[in-house]
């Protein structure tokens, strides 16, 4: 049967997708002629790849989002790297301060434990650069940087009269997304959960059990400064909370399929109360299950505003050996919010869309609480961390507490129930005068508790890792125990 109006418009949609091409066929060519300009004319010489994969490209990129990126060939072939291996490294943990490293604890069996490196060691140079001479966001990039290759260090012992050089060849060390599981109140747990990656769920599911699973009175999950890895992580991770058949997150992009992901039917979820903790820097994979959880009224989340990272990105090969990172579609939680925290316009003329992901600013959980949007995980509770003064940046900057430990441990044998005493603390006192940290009397008095939680921290990183350190640390985080005290109410 014929249909004119059907066939009119068909003839018009391809007569628009003529034009269109004709359109870029046209632009191509004034991006053509502009390089042979340039090529023939510019001051100084330029090559196509500086043109194109330098220039032309990312620009056109830079106006999308800043997670859309182009990859030249040896970006590409690291990226492809980066996927097919795992994680290396030299199994030590350090404390990174201004101008200095200090070991806190070596696992055994570890590149760290056979050079003979050990809790208190300072680190003075790594593969000839001077730790002293760099901040500690520089010594993190040159640490990292060093699991490329074998590193040679410079390192003094505590009480050492001369330097000693050790090198570390990088191994692939275990580094467990579920690496604390303690109790952090009565019947209640503290779980930390530092990325999502293939087996997060299952490990998270194995610390809960050692807690006592279903007999748990609560369960603190701390999601702070974790960044977020694989959606089927954040997927299985929920199941493990939410009843089956709940909504986990939707997907949905101009050229993408929407896709929303649910639990799945055989999940047997826990029923204990649950609290969440979030920061600045948890992202994606934690977003989604934070969502989850506060739209569905399961968990209550405390802590800061969430970093606020919902976009789906798609990794495309490309000719050359060169791929792109497109942002292909944007993550909504259950009721409805978009994850991604809106971007400035003005700065992505051609992403509008994406920059305005949600047209409303509140929304609805299941019980009809109200929600706010926007872009990361607003908070039921807002907290802080404990502030900084004076005296503490001094004290955490000079390495007191840790070098303090060092010479302590050196000549005492310390047990699991073992407490800073006032003597200790006058024995402090001395070691921060002999460096010339000298407080008043009222300023010394108003941080006593502050400086004794710090001290056994530190004594303990060193006598029984830093898993038994971070137990003593939770004691006076002020979010962990907000979080403790809420569901004991």
């Known amino acids: 049967m014929f249909r004119p109006l059907a066939a009119a418009s068909a003839l018009l949609l391809s007569a628009a997708a003529l034009s269109a091409a004709d359109d870029l066929e046209t632009r191509m060519k004034t991006v053509i002629d502009a390089y042979a300009i340039v090529e023939a004319n510019a001051a100084d010489?330029?090559?196509?790849?500086?043109?194109?994969?330098?220039?032309?490209?990312?620009?056109?990129?830079?106006?999308?989002?800043?997670?859309?990126?182009?990859?030249?060939?040896?970006?590409?072939?690291?990226?492809?790297?980066?996927?097919?291996?795992?994680q290396k490294g030299f199994g030590a943990v350090v404390s990174i301060l201004p101008g200095r490293v200090i070991v806190l604890q070596v696992l055994d069996g570890t590149p760290?434990?056979?050079?003979?490196?050990?809790?208190?060691?300072?680190?003075?140079?790594?593969?000839?650069?001077?730790?002293?001479?760099?901040?500690?966001?520089?010594?993190?990039?040159?640490?990292?940087?060093?699991?490329?290759?074998?590193?040679?260090?410079?390192?003094?012992?505590?009480?050492?009269?001369?330097?000693?050089?050790?090198?570390?060849?990088?191994?692939?060390v275990a580094a467990p997304s579920v690496d604390r599981a303690f109790f952090a109140g009565a019947g209640i747990g503290y779980i930390r959960v530092t990325s999502f990656e293939e087996n997060t769920a299952q490990l998270l599911k194995e610390a809960i059990e050692r807690l006592g699973g279903r007999r748990l009175a609560g369960l603190v999950l701390d999601l702070r400064d974790n960044p977020g890895g694989l959606l089927t992580a954040a997927i299985e991770t929920s199941s493990l909370f939410l009843k089956p058949g709940s909504k986990v997150v939707t997907l949905r992009g101009r050229n993408v399929p929407e896709k929303t992901e649910v639990v799945p039917t055989i999940a047997e979820p826990y029923d204990f109360k649950l609290a969440i903790l979030l920061n600045a820097k948890s992202a994606s994979a934690s977003e989604i299950v934070s969502g989850a959880m506060q739209d569905h009224d399961r968990a209550t989340i405390l802590g800061e505003v969430s970093f606020g990272k919902g976009l789906v990105q798609s990794v495309y090969p490309m000719s050359e050996n060169t791929g792109?990172?497109?942002?292909?579609?944007?993550?909504?939680?259950?009721?409805?919010?978009?994850?991604?925290?809106?971007?400035?316009?003005?700065?992505?003329?051609?992403?509008?869309a994406t920059a305005h992901p949600n047209a409303e600013s509140s929304f609805r959980t299941d019980k009809g609480r109200t929600v706010a949007g926007g872009g990361g995980i607003q908070p039921d509770i807002t907290v802080?961390?404990?502030?900084?003064?004076?005296?503490?940046?001094?004290?955490?900057?000079?390495?007191?507490?840790?070098?303090?430990?060092?010479?302590?441990?050196?000549?005492?044998?310390?047990?699991?129930?073992?407490?800073?005493?006032?003597?200790?603390?006058?024995?402090?006192?001395?070691?921060?005068?002999?460096?010339?940290?000298?407080?008043?009397?009222a300023q010394w008095s108003a941080e006593n508790d502050f400086i004794s939680g710090r001290l056994l921290t530190e004594i303990f990183n060193q006598a029984f890792g830093v898993a038994k350190g971070d137990e003593v640390e939770a004691r006076r985080d002020p979010v962990i125990q907000k979080a403790v005290e809420t569901l004991g109410s």
């Open 324 to 352: 792109l990172a497109l942002t292909t579609a944007l993550y909504y939680t259950p009721s409805g919010r978009s994850i991604q925290k809106p971007l400035d316009v003005s700065k992505f003329e051609l992403g509008g």
């Open 112 to 172: 760290s434990a056979k050079a003979g490196l050990t809790p208190g060691d300072d680190i003075l140079g790594v593969n000839g650069y001077e730790v002293a001479r760099f901040d500690q966001d520089q010594i993190a990039e040159l640490l990292s940087e060093s699991r490329r290759g074998p590193a040679r260090l410079v390192v003094m012992r505590p009480g050492g009269s001369r330097m000693m050089q050790l090198t570390l060849t990088p191994e692939e």
């Open 45 to 86: 010489p330029i090559t196509a790849d500086q043109a194109l994969y330098q220039g032309a490209i990312p620009g056109l990129l830079r106006n999308l989002d800043p997670h859309s990126v182009f990859f030249d060939p040896d970006q590409f072939q690291q990226v492809k790297r980066m996927e097919r291996s795992t």
């Open 384 to 441: 802080y961390p404990a502030p900084m003064n004076r005296l503490r940046a001094v004290l955490e900057a000079s390495g007191s507490f840790p070098d303090f430990a060092t010479l302590y441990l050196h000549d005492n044998k310390v047990t699991e129930d073992f407490e800073i005493t006032p003597a200790l603390l006058d024995r402090f006192r001395v070691f921060l005068s002999d460096r010339r940290i000298q407080p008043g009397e």
